[in-house]
């Protein structure tokens, strides 16, 4: 029994089987509380120049928080059919049962899918001969909606018995709600291929996070645990400090979450988002959620910073929520024109996000808060939340 920290409770440590083998928890074996205070010390090593670092908010049940599950599909060498994690740096599958930190009715659809394929005669892709049909199977399911969607990802358009395979894959498990064909033809270690093809419901889940609902495409992005990803924003919508006036900025907006939810505090929000799919989203969650004051740009954050800068446009708050190497100097140097009296950084690259507070600090903007939260349990990745202020502003309470 290991003690979590900040909750006072007690917590079994369980043991992962194909640990050494995935590779894919990089703190499986160590307790808990061990991890938490390792990423505490990693993002003070990096961030505390900057600004006290807050103590990490752990989760209170570490295991299987993750809605996005992901197999690989293939064959061992007596021809068995397996499905599972690729070995670090190489494309051989290792086979995963019972991981500990995703979610258990994903992987359980992903077992009965292995288990359909002989009889629906479908083979698992070959990746050196370019033979078979079945890549990858996705899974994502929509934690307080329950919505679950499948995605097979295919080398080629054509799944036998399509209708047959629905039919069969339902009466395991009702809940699925959708099933989409994602056909990736290259020859490429990038998991989603281009062509959807819906075969079964809407072709997007749905799910409710901070009071507002989102609807999620094959290819959008969503946070992997959703529990943690409240505590999240309610601390970037605390550290924002809107007050309903403000113009707001979302860089890397996704599906629009943080713009929604910033926009019922906020006068004008404007999200900015290079996926297409996420764009799309974006919009219609803003239409049903009946949110008017959010409006949203497909395109690279940089290229619209610039823009906003070069028209001589204002903004009061910016929040950014970069991919894991962070944002650029385009980006920034517009940022820093653009001079909103408060940025709002959420970042899971501690290192990354470390080389943008030391531009953006140079370029008068001091660090308030930083606030580490755990969003990936037995992994080494760690989310913050960070607040910057123009040097010449009053920090903000609440
Ligand atoms: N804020 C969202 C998404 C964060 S993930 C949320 O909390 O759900 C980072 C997002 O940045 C992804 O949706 C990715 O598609 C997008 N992205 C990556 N590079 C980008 C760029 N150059 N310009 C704009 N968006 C980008």
Redesign the pocket.
Known sequence: MIFTPEKGMFMENRICKSAKKCGGCQYQGVPYEEQLKKKQKQVEKLLGKFCKVSPIIGMKDPYHYRNKVHSAFGRDRKGNIISGTYEASTHNIIPVEDCLIEDEKCQEIIRTIRCMLKSFKIKTYDEDTGYGLLRHVMVRRGFQSGEIMVILVLGSPILPSKNNFVKALRQAHPEITTVVLNVNDKRTSMVLGEREIVIYGPGFIRDRLCGCTFRISPK????VNPVQ?EIL?NIAMKYAGLTGKETVI??????G??SLIAARNAGRVIG????KD?VRDARINARENQIRNVEFRQ????E?MLAMANGGQHADVV?M???RAGS?EKFLSSLIRLAPSRIVY?SCGPESLARDLKYLTKHGYAVKKIQPTELFAFTEHVECVCLLQKDNCKIFER
């Open positions: 959008s992005f969503y946070q990803t924003y979302d860089a890397y907006c996704g599906i979450t943080i900015v988002e290079l996926n996420a395109g690279d954050a940089g619209f929040f929520d970069p991919p650029d959420i």
